[in-house]
């Protein structure tokens, strides 16, 4: 039989990419991404969807016979912090009405991705194992931190197949940022290109866990696609590839584009930053399904700007 997969909110960074990759994997047909737009420029099967609407979810399910979901919706970290209840909703009352479709047996497999925003100021900054003080003070990390906790207790009480990673700061040339803290990494490759001063909100030293969208991508169906056997963990796994500063990036873009300049004016976004740890410790993710990223740093500044050329 084969697989059937819903993407929920497909329009965001990660759902685009990954829209294309399980198309390449399972068939057009057999793939459909949804979110709250009516109409969108998709290649590809596309139904408006919110997570939120029940009734409207298990419809869809059921129609199509979906045995996978992938919940991405949810309000990135800053954008969270100016609507938390919102921000709040969105990633749990949709979680909720994804995990009880699969308790009720309607849906197979889930994927649900956390983020490094569940850890907080408590939390020690440097090589953040898998398992530490987890205090978050954002409503984007509030509600990642339930969300793993109640992906938990539907494994351990219903059998639910829920998987997940914590995704660092991602950055990628197919899509534009969608208001994460991170995402001065995405906006300064196209200042960089069009001959601009970048204006960075974070500090030149703020140094953040960070990975090149196709290495979240593959860890993301590296995990789904492993024998159940081998997740140990239905929380969300850490997962790593690289740290940089702002100034670490700006040197690394210089040596490609000399005349590039940047200027540093943090605003409540490096806030949230600095309660994010500096690196991350991914080793049960390495020893329990494989993960090993693809992407340094060099390699991550050289994919963005040979991919973007032509297109700023």
């Given at each position: ?7 929920i909110g ?7 990419e990954l ?7 399972y ?10 737009k009516?109409k ?13 609407d029940?009734?409207a979810l298990?419809e ?8 996978q979901?992938y ?20 990633t749990?009352?949709?979680?909720f ?13 889930i ?10 100021p ?13 205090e978050p003070?954002?409503v ?9 906790m ?5 494994f351990e009480k219903y ?5 997940g ?12 940022p ?7 990494a ?5 200042s960089?290109?069009r ?20 290495d979240?991508i ?5 995990i789904m ?6 997740v140990?963990?239905r929380?969300?796994?850490?997962i ?7 100034a670490?990036?700006t040197?690394a873009i210089?040596e ?5 300049t940047?200027?540093y004016?943090p605003d ?8 994010w740890?500096r ?15 693809k ?13 973007l050329?032509?297109?700023?």
């Amino acid at each position: 039989m084969a697989e059937k997969v819903l993407i929920i909110g497909s329009l965001g960074q990660v759902g685009q990419e990954l829209f294309e990759t399980l198309k390449n994997s399972y068939g057009d047909a057999n793939v459909i991404a949804s979110d709250v737009k009516d109409k969108v420029e998709l290649e590809g099967r596309y139904e408006k969807l919110d997570v939120l609407d029940k009734n409207a979810l298990f419809e869809l399910v059921k129609k199509n016979g979906i045995t996978q979901v992938y919940n991405l919706a949810a309000l990135l970290s800053a954008t969270a912090e100016k609507h938390p209840q919102f921000g709040w909703d969105l990633t749990i009352e949709g979680q909720f009405n994804v995990l009880n479709l699969a308790k009720e047996g309607h849906i197979k497999k889930i994927f649900w991705p956390s983020s490094i925003a569940v850890f907080g100021p408590t939390t020690p900054k440097d090589n953040t194992p898998q398992q530490t003080v987890i205090e978050p003070n954002t409503v984007y990390g509030i509600g990642k931190l339930a969300g793993e906790m109640w992906n938990k207790y539907y494994f351990e009480k219903y059998g639910v197949d829920v998987r997940g990673v914590r995704y660092p700061g991602l950055i990628g040339w197919k899509s534009l940022p969608g208001g994460g803290t991170t995402d001065y990494a995405v906006d300064i490759f196209y200042s960089a290109l069009r001959g601009k001063v970048f204006n960075c909100f974070l500090r030149e030293d703020a140094e953040l866990p960070m990975m090149h969208m196709e290495d979240a991508i593959r860890a993301t169906r590296e995990i789904m696609e492993t024998d159940a056997e081998n997740v140990k963990l239905r929380t969300c796994y850490n997962i790593a590839a690289m740290n940089f500063n702002p100034a670490q990036l700006t040197k690394a873009i210089q040596e490609k584009i000399p005349d590039f300049t940047i200027e540093y004016n943090p605003d409540f976004r490096q806030d949230i930053a600095s309660t994010w740890p500096r690196s991350i410790n991914d080793e049960p993710a390495r020893t329990d399904w494989g993960w090993q990223e693809k992407y340094n740093l060099e390699g991550l500044v050289n994919n963005m700007l040979d991919n973007l050329k032509g297109t700023v």
